[in-house]
């Protein structure tokens, strides 16, 4: 019964990990599949990075994520933040520039 308590931890671990994988590859697919999507000259109107910038980021994030390195390493953090950083930031201020709103 004593060992019941780790082998319990292990698996709740595992079960975290696993929703914390899915939550960094969905938002990074989203942002990826948002930014290959755009046009180019949008990215330069807003100020922001180019858009290969913006691809390769997300890109090679997503990758090492998927490779193993997983979300809780550097570049799963790195790739959840500038994921998160694209669909907060930049995907308003495109959506707004082909809204025809603009800047307030």
Request: with cysteine; charged share 10%.
């Amino acid at each position: 019964m004593a060992y019941a308590a780790p082998i319990f931890a292990f698996e709740v671990r595992s079960v975290i990990q696993l929703i914390l994988l899915v939550f960094a590859l969905v938002i990074q697919g989203v942002a990826l599949v948002h930014a290959v999507t755009q046009r180019g000259d949008g990215f330069a109107a807003i100020g922001t990075l180019p858009k290969g910038g913006w691809v390769a980021i997300l890109a090679v994030c997503m990758l090492l994520t998927l490779l193993g390195f997983g979300p809780i390493s550097l570049f799963g953090l790195v790739g959840i933040a500038a994921g998160l950083i694209y669909l907060l930031d930049v995907r308003p201020g495109l959506r707004d520039l082909h809204d025809g709103r603009g800047s307030w």
